[in-house]
């Protein structure tokens, strides 16, 4: 009786949802308009992205992991050893883990010729200084 009773809720709960129907796409046929505004370079300031963990942290990992596996070599003094060398070696390895996964980017601040102030992370192509002539589109600055 149990089973029939389940079966009848599954058949009933897949007839509904084969009732249900999805929501047709939205279909744009016009263009989207670019916002251009000009303006000109205030400052530049450098920032990792994409790293969120505390400075050092790969330094920290790396030399536990090395003095766990260094203490499994040697035995007496030579075990006390092994396990300092193995913290150092991996915590100098973990260091240089850590800066080769993190990402030094810019935002560039331009005051814009209307007046206000505006911080972009998009640079398009070529070398941006501070007093560069540039133009924003959709978000993006590139140099004038």
């Given at each position: 009786m149990k089973f029939r009773s389940a079966a009848i809720a599954v058949m009933?709960?897949?007839a509904l949802l084969g009732c249900a129907y999805p929501e047709p796409y939205v279909v744009y046929d016009r263009p989207v308009a670019q916002r251009t505004e000009y303006g000109v370079v205030e400052s530049m300031e450098l920032y990792r992205d994409g790293y969120s963990g505390p400075a050092g942290l790969g330094t920290i990992l790396g030399g536990i992991a090395g003095g766990i596996i260094g203490h499994q070599f040697g035995g007496g003094h030579g075990n006390t050893a092994a396990t300092i060398a193995g913290a150092i070696g991996?915590?100098?390895v973990g260091n240089q883990i850590e800066r080769a996964n993190a990402r030094d980017r810019y935002r560039v601040i331009v005051r814009l010729d209307s007046g206000g102030t505006v911080a972009l992370n998009e640079v398009?192509?070529?070398e941006m200084h501070v007093g560069d002539r540039v133009?924003?589109?959709n978000r993006r600055v590139y140099r004038y």
């Open positions: 009933t709960s897949v991996g915590g100098v398009g192509e070529g133009r924003i589109v």
